[in-house]
């Protein structure tokens, strides 16, 4: 295959006249980033890349393939939803045209699917972008796993704390009036405490919902973004998945993108709307624009600390030898072993601290509620 023409892609025209191409992608992309909304998760995603891609392998044609699909549906909207791609294809438009126009994928996708129809590889783009969503959903799956069991455990302990406080504590509070005397300063501590707690444990709750509400209203913003990824990132133990996580899933999108014989700047420039995460966005604005002036890929890296350097060394080398593709390839898979192994580890690790923790809370406040029992006892 000598290449592919990009012309239809270039000239491919938005639904809406007055909008320019370029706006029209920005503005599909950010309504695919939202938080909320009606959009296909990746599990979804996930099955019908990997059922769409067997089954037109088989060789059997697109409009059977897609009846298959859309019968086998559970839920009715998604069922509309492949019956609406099936009816577009039916219709005369191209299987990437159908997609774009349910407004339910991105960007991505679109282009990745219009390259392998172009190319006649539509069954191994479908197959890599199933494999893309199943290792976007593993690591995800990953990491809620390693911070499950800690979530209980911290929320059990809070919740201890809080009934404690609230209600053992002033029991004790009471039976110590009635006997008079002074009490140890780590009961005087802990009853101060309590009453603090009941008094105004409302402006807590009050304070955390506030919280909620502003990272919630503020999260897309740039400033936001910015310092809280940069927060993030500083984080022990965990700033470093977190780095690991969005690399691996920016190798497994440059993989398929160049895989498909996407351009390096398209590639670049769909993944930079795709990545979600502010560091490698910015970094790649930045690479766009020295690709365009001539400089390498490897080169442009190296310039931001997000990318490490053993990174940007075999990219050096898969830019050489032309095979940029599989060293992205086998550095996501690295990252993604990496990660697997550190959230398994750190899990392991936060279980008996926090199980500790619970321990050493609940046992300072007993302690300092049976202490003045204890002298009580032997006073007399």
């Given amino acids: 295959m000598n290449g592919i023409d990009l012309t239809k892609i270039k000239k491919t025209k938005s639904k809406d006249a007055g909008i320019p191409p370029v706006q029209g992608i920005l503005d599909f992309l950010n309504k695919d980033l939202s938080f909320f909304g009606a959009k296909l998760n990746d599990k979804k995603k996930e099955a019908f890349y990997h059922e769409l891609g067997i089954l037109l392998s088989a060789g059997v044609d697109i409009k059977t393939t897609l009846e298959l699909i859309s019968v086998e549906q559970a839920k009715e909207k998604d069922r509309i939803l492949f019956e609406k791609i099936k009816d577009s294809v039916i219709a005369g438009n191209t299987l990437s045209g159908a997609i774009k126009d349910t407004g339910m994928f991105s960007a991505y996708e679109f282009f990745s699917l219009q390259i392998g129809e172009e190319s006649g590889k539509l069954p191994v783009v479908l197959k890599?972008?199933?494999?893309?969503?199943?290792?976007?959903?593993?690591?995800?799956?990953?990491?809620?796993?390693?911070?499950t069991y800690p979530s209980i455990v911290l929320f059990t302990s809070l919740a201890a704390v809080f009934f404690m406080m609230n209600f053992i504590v002033p029991m004790f509070a009471d039976v110590f009036k009635r006997f008079g005397g002074d009490l140890p300063a780590i009961t005087k501590m802990i009853v101060d405490a309590s009453g603090f707690f009941r008094k105004y444990f409302y402006l807590f709750f009050l304070f955390i919902f506030s919280i909620i509400v502003f990272v919630y209203s503020q999260?897309?913003?740039?400033?936001?973004?910015?310092?809280?990824?940069?927060i993030l990132l500083r984080m022990p133990l965990a700033g470093e998945i977190v780095r690991k996580v969005y690399l691996a899933r920016f190798c497994n999108s440059m993989t398929l993108l160049i895989g498909a014989k996407i351009p390096i700047l398209r590639s670049i420039n769909l993944v930079k709307q795709m990545i979600g995460f502010y560091p490698l966005e910015e970094s790649l604005t930045q690479i766009e624009k020295d690709i365009?002036?001539?400089?390498?890929?490897?080169?442009?890296?190296?310039?931001?600390?997000?990318?490490?350097?053993?990174?940007?060394?075999?990219?050096?080398v898969g830019e050489e030898v032309n095979q940029l593709d599989n060293f992205f390839e086998k550095i996501a898979f690295q990252y993604n072993e990496e990660v697997e192994h550190q959230t398994s580890m750190i899990s392991s690790m936060i279980e008996p601290f926090m199980i500790i923790f619970l321990g050493l809370i609940v046992g300072f406040i007993l302690i300092a509620m049976y202490l003045p029992l204890f002298q009580l006892s032997t006073s007399f």
């Fill in 128 to 147: 890599e972008l199933g494999a893309y969503y199943n290792k976007k959903m593993k690591q995800r799956r990953q990491i809620v796993g390693a911070l």
């Fill in 219 to 230: 999260r897309q913003e740039i400033w936001f973004r910015k310092y809280g990824s940069k």
């Fill in 292 to 316: 365009l002036h001539g400089m390498s890929l490897n080169k442009s890296m190296s310039a931001f600390s997000i990318y490490p350097k053993r990174m940007t060394s075999l990219i050096k």
